[in-house]
C-alpha cells in the first residue's frame, strides 16, 4: 500500500497539470516587426554622423588643397600688409623692411633658409643670379632654425651677391610662419604680401613670379 501511494506522487511530481495558453502566450509575437525600423534609425544615424564629420574636412580642402613642393600657398597673408622687422645682416648693416619701404621702395623677395636645408642651397644659386638681373627688386637672405656660426659658414661658402642675415630671435620666423624650407616671401613696394611660395625655385619659376607680382 505504501509503494502505490510513492508511485502516485512521483507521478504527479514529473507531470505538472496541463494548463490552458494564455492570451499573451496564444498571441503570435510582434516584437520582429520593430527590427526593421531599429536597424533603419540606426543607419540614419550613422549616416548623419559621417555627414557631420565629412563636411568640415572636404571645406578645408576646398579652401586648401593639396600642394606639392612647386606650388605656391596662396593664404590669409596674401594681400596684407607685411609685418615689420629688423635684419642684422652678415656684412655688419641692418635691415628694417619699414624704412627700406619708405626711402628705397624696391619690392623685396624675402628667403628663408637654413645650412642644414639641401634645398636652400640648391636654390640660392638661382637666387642669385635673378637678383643680379632685377636691379630693381631687392633679394633678401634671412637665416632661420639655425645657429649664427653655421649660418655665416654656410653663406661663406655659398657665396651669394644678395645680402644674408640671421633671425637670432626668432622673431622675424614668428611673423611670417612657413611650412617647412625653402619658403619665399614676395613683398610689394606697398608692403602687401604678393605671394608666398613654400619649396625650392628655379631661375626661371623664380623670375615669373617677380616677374607677376612684383613688377609693374
Known sequence: ????????????????????PTADQSAPSTSGLHEPTSRM?????????????????????????P????????????????????LQLFD????NLGQHLTDDGRPVVMNFWA??????REEMPAFDAVA????????????????????????DEIGVSYPLGHDRDGSILEQYPILGLPATWFIASDRTVAEQWFGQLDENRLQELIDRHLTD
Request: include cysteine; proline fraction near 9%.
Open 1 to 20: 500500500m505504501l509503494l502505490d501511494e510513492i508511485d502516485v506522487s512521483m507521478t504527479d511530481e514529473a507531470e505538472p497539470p496541463e494548463t490552458s
Open 92 to 95: 655688419g648693416t641692418t635691415f
Open 67 to 86: 600642394t606639392d613642393e612647386n606650388t605656391p600657398l596662396t593664404g590669409e597673408q596674401v594681400g596684407r600688409n607685411a609685418p615689420d622687422f629688423t
Open 115 to 120: 645650412s642644414w636645408c639641401v634645398p636652400c
Open 132 to 155: 643680379g638681373r632685377n636691379p630693381d627688386v631687392v633679394v633678401l637672405g634671412v637665416a632661420v632654425q639655425d645657429t649664427e656660426p653655421a649660418a655665416r659658414a654656410f653663406a
Open 41 to 65: 534609425s540606426r543607419r540614419l544615424l550613422h549616416v548623419t554622423l559621417i555627414l557631420i564629420l565629412a563636411v568640415p574636412a572636404v571645406v578645408w580642402l576646398l579652401r586648401s588643397p
